[in-house]
């Protein structure tokens, strides 16, 4: 009997990056399908970020994963200061989780951008 | 139910923070900001779960962190600290927005990330405080 077999296609798992940042916090969502492979570059990505800002960057267990960036309660930064500094390790955050993302062999898109609120 | 309540209905976890807190006047510090909303949404003609969802979203009304300002407003750079201008800018600002884009969702993308209404950037930030601004409606037995 003849048995069409077509050929796995080799395609690069997708990561999608959506940064929410607001006045007091940020939120850091990674969007993929959660693979063996995937939880391993998702373990790495995260220990990067959390490395990198330790008091302020931590996993937020539950749901999709996610890192939470907000300041410390003993944090020296002027209040009026800290949106802007949230904003700034939100950012340095996403680019450590992007790159380690694609070191990985993750083709990574980045849904927003750290961005500060205005009226 | 009041504004204030229906947030404590809907999230468990904020009643035992007010409690546990290190500031006695916590509680109190609490609802004087939720009435602040609540007056500043009056006065703009904007549903009170409108505007308070927004603060939620951006600050957690200061429970939990100390804030720049109440509502996330920043005029010329600057983070507006006083409280009941901050709510108030925030409620003109909001109800401003809804004329212009037709829709909550939409308006809260363009107040979060400007740009224009449902900015595809604010969609998600938009999506979920309407989803709280329902949930808070919904909790005070009013339509969302």
Known sequence: MAVNVQPLRASQPTAVLTVD????????????????????????????????????????????????????????????????EVATVASVSATLVEETLRAHGFDVRIVSRAHEVRA | MTLADAFL?????????????????????????????ERAAATHSVPAHVVGAVCWSETRLGVWRAYASLCGVRLNHVYIADDTRSADIAARTLAHLHTQCGTWPRALARYRYGGACGNAAGMGYGLRTHGTAGRLARAQGVSP
């Open chain 2, 9 to 37: 209905a809907i999230f468990p976890h904020l009643a035992p923070e007010l409690a546990a807190h290190a500031d006695v006047n916590a509680r109190d510090l609490f609802l004087h900001r939720v009435a602040l909303i």
């Open chain 1, 21 to 84: 940042t607001r006045e007091s916090f940020a939120l850091l969502h990674v969007g993929l399908s959660l693979t063996e492979s995937a939880n391993r570059a998702l373990t790495e990505a995260f220990a990067h970020a959390v490395e990198r800002s330790p008091s302020w960057c931590y996993v937020v267990f539950g749901g999709a994963p996610a890192l939470r960036i907000e300041p410390p309660r003993d944090s020296t930064v002027p209040v009026a200061l800290r949106p802007r």
